[in-house]
């Protein structure tokens, strides 16, 4: 950081032409915070980043704070980045403060991928509930897991369709908030996916053939566990990561990563199961009436 501070910083508008300037920022961002690793990609960048209106601040020319908003839906959404040598000092408050007055009367979602304690405090400061919370976690694949095999359980590869849905259905129908989306949405969602694996993707089975559980894997990535209520507590959900940390490994990976809610006990058996904490993801929102 240079000597003149905060006062010789320029603020402008960003675009796609800076994406190597976003890129370095959310590195520099994740590497203090965690969080999120797929938001150094492009997609997901773009996403947050370079929304229908943009203010960045630059110092020479690197770029050390972004912020971005979409008003096309209420609420409007925003997410801002200050990298760690600019923080404490009014940075972020003028980000979050220009992002209130673009949303205008309207509510405004906060998505942060990277969290951190100070950007916490400033939100709640300003008048932001946290609506979401996320724990990211990685897991090194030299040390793999091992777990009995369940008592009359099978497993073998997914295939895409109206078994896999409902036994995704019937896993997550009883958690609060949960809101079904339309099966062939949801299974389009997965064909779609370049990463989707359905090979290393596992479907449990019961001694009388039904579904009791499944895992998805998208690239290295377990992107959704669940375990029917009625199977629940029999070692299946943990049988289904450790085999597909065995798969990862085997098919070359050096680490998987999962996120979980906060509030999701099925945190406790990830973390006995090998992960670490990487970071955290979380959701704010101001509601203005």
Request: aromatic content about 8%.
């Amino acid at each position: 950081m240079g000597d003149s501070g905060v006062d010789a910083l320029i603020w402008k508008e960003f675009g796609g032409e800076h994406l190597a300037e976003l890129t370095g920022l959310a590195e520099a961002c994740l590497a203090v915070d965690g969080g999120l690793p797929l938001f150094t990609g492009s997609a997901l960048l773009r996403a947050r980043l370079l929304q229908s209106r943009t203010l960045g601040a630059w110092h020479g020319g690197d770029l050390v704070a972004a912020v971005s908003v979409g008003t096309a839906r209420q609420p409007a959404t925003s997410t801002g980045l200050v990298h760690p040598d600019w923080r404490g000092q009014g940075v972020g408050s003028r980000l979050l403060s220009w992002a209130d007055e673009q949303a205008g009367d309207g509510d405004l979602l906060l998505t942060t991928e990277s969290w951190s304690s100070g950007a916490d405090a400033l939100f709640t400061a300003r008048g932001f509930a946290r609506t979401f919370t996320e724990w990211v976690l990685r897991h090194e694949l030299t040390d793999l897991p091992e777990v009995a095999h369940p008592d009359g359980v099978n497993t073998g590869p997914v295939t895409l369709g109206s078994e896999l849905f409902a036994t995704y259905r019937a896993s997550f129908a009883d958690r609060t908030g949960f809101v079904e989306p339309a099966a062939g949405e949801w299974l389009e969602e997965l064909r779609d996916d370049d990463g989707y694996r359905p090979d290393l993707s596992l479907i449990a089975r019961g001694p009388d053939g039904t579904a009791v559980g499944f895992l998805n894997v998208i690239d290295n990535w377990i992107d959704q566990v669940g375990v029917v209520p009625a199977w629940r507590g029999r070692r299946v959900g943990a049988h289904l990561v450790a085999t597909a940390l065995r798969s990862l490994a085997a098919d070359g990976a050096r680490e998987a990563w999962l996120c979980v809610n906060d509030d999701n006990p099925a945190a406790g058996l990830y973390r006995r199961l090998g992960f670490r904490d990487a970071g955290r993801r979380a959701r704010y929102l101001h509601r203005r009436g």
